[in-house]
T-cell receptor, first 115, second 113 residues
């Protein structure tokens, strides 16, 4: 079974600064995907970034980038130039390639961006 | 609409009653997932539908839970004889097929009195 661990229940950052959210995972699968989802108070889960495990290059999406360390099974999210709208719960998630590709989620990190 | 639609947005019911939650996926998406989000358990997978294949029901917590997907589109999650521990937000997601990013609806908040 796969597990995803987010060790930071809450974090805060000043507007315009950079913050890194941590995530580690455990799996015996060789082909898989990793995700960061954002959930604002509106409740909708929004995909922030996706990483395919076979790709060595770290994924980036505008102000969001990841540091994927496959051997260490680590997948951290860096948010640059933080904005007030980034305030949300952030969930790290794993899915194994093949089969149902269901998402296995971490417990989440509550990020607050302060003005 | 363009996104995944779930109804109702909120549902309050008495313990022991049956409830039905509805999910309308993005048009053309063949894969559909149900997840449950609760304070104690976090986000848990419940069930997965892909086209005409047999669903993956491995996440359903008890036989009081069932789901169907009619015509490869709309899905209904049914909870029979609801218990207080069923109180949670039920999220639906869809994707083009199983290998593609999942798009989530706004969820149904279920409260059991």
């Amino acid at each position: 079974a796969q597990t995803v661990t987010q060790s930071q229940p809450e974090m805060s950052v000043q507007e315009a600064e950079t913050v890194t959210l941590s995530c580690t995972y455990d799996t015996s699968e060789s082909n898989y995907y990793l995700f960061w989802y954002k959930q604002p108070p509106s409740r909708q889960m929004i995909l922030v970034i996706r990483q395919e495990a076979y790709k060595q290059q770290n994924a980036t999406e505008n102000r969001f980038s990841v540091n994927f360390q496959k051997a260490a099974k680590s997948f951290s999210l860096k948010i640059s130039d933080s904005q007030l709208g980034d305030t949300a719960m952030y969930f790290c998630a794993f899915s194994a390639q093949g089969g149902s590709e269901k998402l296995v989620f971490g417990k989440g990190t509550k990020l607050t961006v302060n003005p | 609409g363009a996104g995944v639609s779930q109804s109702p947005s909120n549902k309050v019911t008495e313990k022991g009653k049956d409830v039905e939650l509805r999910c309308d996926p993005i048009s053309g998406h063949t894969a559909l997932y149900w997840y449950r989000q609760s304070l104690g358990q976090g986000l848990e997978f419940l069930i997965y539908f892909q086209g005409n294949s047999a669903p993956d029901k491995s996440g359903l917590p008890s036989d009081r839970f069932s789901a169907e997907r009619t015509g490869g589109s709309v899905s209904t999650l049914t909870i029979q004889r609801t218990q207080q521990e069923d109180s949670a937000v039920y999220l639906c997601a869809s994707s083009l097929w199983g290998n593609q990013p999942q798009h989530f609806g706004d969820g149904t908040r279920l409260s059991i009195l």
